[in-house]
């Protein structure tokens, strides 16, 4: 079995974007960060010597990062947000945000962790991604600085 490892911080894939996780004692307030995607695809070699082409996913991943991009993140279903004439509205912790909606991307994520993010991008890297049958293991990073991240793991 062989590894591949995209690094998202050296390959600059990665996506600036603002967040708040209620009820965390300090990231309850709103904050940003430096995003980076990563990426390992585990297989076997091909009689040609190789195992998967980087491209599809380096696309795929920029595709979603620009998606992201200096934009507020939202899980879709928070609570105590209502959308209302055009923007969001959170009442949260005894403390009001308004946002356009241009300015949002809802995401079907429980809460905005890197957590959550990392398992919402494999989700969407498999759905997308035709993978061969050589490659075994799809893990998807989310790097929210320079060595602090978590990882998605799936068999396939
Ligand atoms: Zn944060």
Redesign the pocket.
């Known amino acids: 079995m062989i590894r591949l490892e995209l690094n998202g911080w050296d390959a600059h894939i990665g996506f600036s974007a603002s ?1 708040l ?1 209620p009820g965390h004692y300090k ?1 309850g307030r709103m ?1 940003g ?1 430096n995003y980076a995607l990563n990426a390992r695809i585990l297989g076997e070699e091909s009689p040609k010597g190789l195992v998967f082409d980087f491209l599809p996913l380096k696309k795929k991943l920029r595709k979603i990062a620009d998606e992201l991009d200096h934009k507020v993140l939202l899980a879709k279903d928070m609570d105590g947000m209502v959308k209302e004439s055009g923007e969001y509205r959170i009442q949260i912790d005894g403390k009001r945000y308004v946002f356009p909606e241009e300015d949002v991307v809802l995401l079907d994520i429980n809460q905005v962790t890197t957590e959550e993010l990392a398992r919402y991008l494999l989700e969407r890297v498999i759905d997308d991604i035709d993978f061969p049958e050589t490659i075994k293991v799809v893990e998807i990073g989310v790097d ?1 600085s320079r060595g602090q991240g978590a990882w998605a793991r799936r068999k396939l």
Request: glycine letters at 0%; aromatic letters at 0%; charged letters at 15%.
């Open positions: 967040h996780l990231c904050h960060h929210e």
